[in-house]
């Protein structure tokens, strides 16, 4: 029960301890908190009081020589790819929980909504700045959701793979890595478009990546794919819109054709911690969209005419889960 009241104080820990980049100098070398309180600028006795808390979170322990070294855990945060970026990110969303209630009522304007443009379509998306934020924070933590998608899904059959939604294109990336001569689309936004062009261009798949500009929400979607994927797209809105961009992936994949659905997802009859106590909160702060579980994501399919539904079992239901289906032939 203890840990229930002091969880909010232990994510605030964990956002200090990355802001000031504490795991990072303590993956150099073992420190005393006499040199890591001179290299954060702050006094001696408040970084004990922080190192102490760290050890106890489970990302510090604590030497004879009284320097501090990471734990297994604390070394995992500086190698995920992303997930100090988020971190540091969730400031947003703890301004947009201070008053929790007011928050649960709807009476809060949040943060979050901001800080995410692109829910409200290409017009939401004006600032090249916002978006290269956005479109940075996405794509890093990308990596996780791509490695388990593809541990999921199967792509050996598909003859074209078309990323609804791809942001700056990591997902397509991840996907020509593991499927050398797949032939890839992108679809999104205007504003994401140049850096999906840099990422294509580095990667040397200039010659089997497009990228079409445009938004979902208001242009029709390419004719040219036999497999489309939508991650971490569906729960960035609300049922209606969803229900409109799945009619449309239906109607333009051919008949055979295959859908895949990626992100993170609620427990439904069997609430989870990840999908329901955090990934339901976020898309409630966004203001635009909810978390659903896999048994809604499956509804809303079918609802579109797609059959042969499939949920397997997620890897890390805390990354990422899949639903997929088929347009009949």
Same mark, same amino acid.
């Given at each position: +029960?203890? =840990?229930?009241?002091?969880?909010?104080c232990h994510s605030q820990i964990l956002l200090a301890l990355v802001r000031l980049n504490i795991p990072q100098m303590l993956l150099q070398s073992e420190q005393g908190p006499d040199t890591l309180a001179r290299r954060a600028a702050m006094p001696r006795d408040r970084m004990q009081v922080l190192l102490s808390a760290g050890v106890a979170i489970g990302l510090f322990r604590k030497r004879r020589s009284g320097h501090y070294a990471l734990t297994?855990?604390?070394?995992?945060? *500086?190698?995920v790819p992303g997930l100090t970026g988020m971190i540091k990110h969730h400031d947003v969303l703890y301004r947009d929980l201070t008053d929790p209630v007011a928050f649960f009522r709807g009476d809060v304007q949040t943060e979050l909504a901001d800080f995410w443009p692109y829910v409200f379509g290409a017009g939401g998306v004006t600032d090249p700045d916002v978006a290269a934020t956005y479109s940075e924070l996405m794509a890093d933590s990308q990596t996780l959701v791509a490695e388990d998608t593809l541990a999921m899904v199967d792509l050996r059959n598909a003859s074209h793979l078309m990323d609804v939604g791809g942001g700056t294109g990591a997902f397509?990336?991840?996907?020509?890595?593991?499927?050398?001569?797949? /032939?890839?689309?992108?679809? =999104?936004? /205007?504003?994401?478009?140049?850096a999906a062009q840099s990422r294509f261009d580095a990667a040397g798949l200039t010659d089997r990546a497009s990228i079409v500009a445009g938004s979902f929400q208001d242009d029709p979607? /390419?004719?040219?794919?036999? *497999?489309?994927?939508?991650? &971490?797209? %569906?729960?960035?809105?609300? =049922?209606?819109?969803v229900a409109r961009l799945l009619r449309a992936v239906y109607a333009v994949l051919p008949p055979g054709g295959s859908i895949i659905i990626s992100e993170p997802m609620t427990g439904g009859v069997t609430p989870t911690r990840p999908g329901d106590a955090y990934f339901a909160l976020y898309c +409630?702060? +966004?203001?635009?969209? &909810?978390a659903r579980s896999a048994e809604e994501i499956a509804q809303l399919l079918s609802e579109a005419g797609f059959?042969? %539904?499939? &949920?397997?079992?997620?890897? &890390?239901p805390y990354v990422t889960s899949i639903v997929t289906g088929v347009k009949p032939g």
């Open positions: +029960m203890f =840990d229930l009241v002091a969880g909010f297994t855990r604390g070394a995992a945060l *500086t190698g397509l990336a991840a996907v020509a890595a593991t499927h050398p001569t797949l /032939p890839l689309t992108l679809f =999104d936004l /205007p504003a994401v478009a140049p979607l /390419p004719q040219c794919a036999d *497999t489309i994927s939508l991650v &971490r797209v %569906l729960y960035d809105h609300a =049922d209606a819109t +409630m702060a +966004m203001r635009t969209g &909810r059959t042969t %539904l499939r &949920r397997p079992t997620p890897l &890390r």
